[in-house]
């Protein structure tokens, strides 16, 4: 029985090589370790870019976890800098046991225009799965007071389940967030969109339903830039239920109409289960000035799992671009995928995949870059050196946390 609340936080740096399209080696920055803490608190099991909380130009990272003192959660914020550390410097906790508190977060963009980045929190197992997100305002102190909770409908609809940025959906002033609930409805799902203010408040400005029961639509939201470049953000929803677990995904452009309608519609493949079980930006992986996107199928025992690149343009369409392939049975390949920023400084994002159940459940993750030709054969591989690391559960883009000007991945 491995200890969940051992190193499994860790910050990746690349070292790259100056003007050349590669990069000489993947190195560990910094690990992170939840110390004081008895029992199995699942320290790791999401981990997220928090934008510049306290707005020192350093990007911050946040790592949650959700089972610490019975399922009440915990999420902790650290702060970059030229020598970052491994003590978090903002610890957050749930309300009560049972919440399930960080099974989820984010950054939250900048929702107030501060100045300074805010995080937010989903907690499903609030009040028997009717579900809370909480948002907190960063600032040059901040505190592990919530500043906007958001609570769901009903038992058991999971509110909170996922939790994103959508960026600035209808303006370039506030940033707004996008929530997942995915048991609403008998399974049918929602997501909620709340868009950002001076005075921020807990009703939702927009509403989205998936379409069948059991669709699981929600299950995975997040931000995705702007894939068609109008100037506005826009976002997509997983719904992995869909067509009995094939999975499908749905794209909804920002902007002053925006409304309940899918813009772009994406499926998944029959013998590829679980499309849209997780999702991200790719960022501009061809540098075409379109945002692109990347969802995962983690498929079972019986597949090695994929992740799907969909280029960003005025006519967005369904159509994958590249498909990235796991190598081992079930290794859940694509069960996290994420945006890495520019790792290796050529302009062009690239993206990370984990793989969390490989190896006895050591883990990995697949770094690939991009290019006007992306190559779908990973250029890193990051794996967990013990049985039960789980390393991969989650990945995601850090920024860059020591300001070295090249992007890290968490």
Known sequence: ??????????????????????????????????????????????????????????????????????????????????????????TLTGEGTGHYFGYSISGAGD???DGFDDVIIGAFGYSSNTGRAYIYRGGSTMDNTPDLIMTGEAMNHFFGFSVASADSLIDDTYDAVIVGAYGYNSGVGRAYIYHGGSSLNGVADLTIDGVTAGDLFGKAVASVGDVNNDGYGDVIIGAPGKTSNIGGAYIYFGGAGMDGGADVTMDGEATVPYFGFSLSSAGDVDDDGYDDVIVGAYGNDTVTGSA???????????????????VDLGSYFGYSVSDAGDINGDDYADVIVGAYRLGSYRGRAYIYLGGSTMSTTPAAIVTGTMSYDYLG????????????????VI
Do not use: W
């Not at 959660?73 to 003590?87: C, D, E, L, P, Q």
């Open 111 to 113: 929702v107030d225009a």
């Open 393 to 408: 559960r989650s990945v995601a883009c850090a920024g860059d946390v020591n300001k070295d000007g090249f992007a890290d």
């Open 1 to 90: 029985m491995r200890n969940k609340n051992s190193v499994l936080g860790m910050l990746l740096a690349f070292i790259a090589l100056p003007a050349l399209s590669s990069f000489a080696a993947v190195s560990l920055l910094q690990s992170f370790t939840e110390t004081n803490v008895s029992g199995n608190s699942e320290f790791g099991h999401s981990v997220a870019n928090a934008g510049d909380v306290n707005n020192d130009t350093y990007d911050d990272v946040i790592v949650s976890a959700y089972a610490y003192n019975n399922d009440t959660g915990r999420a902790y914020i650290f702060y970059g800098g030229s020598s970052m550390n491994s003590t978090a410097d903002v």
């Open 308 to 326: 799907y690149i969909y280029r960003g343009g005025s006519s967005m369409d369904g159509t994958v671009d590249f498909t990235l392939l796991g």
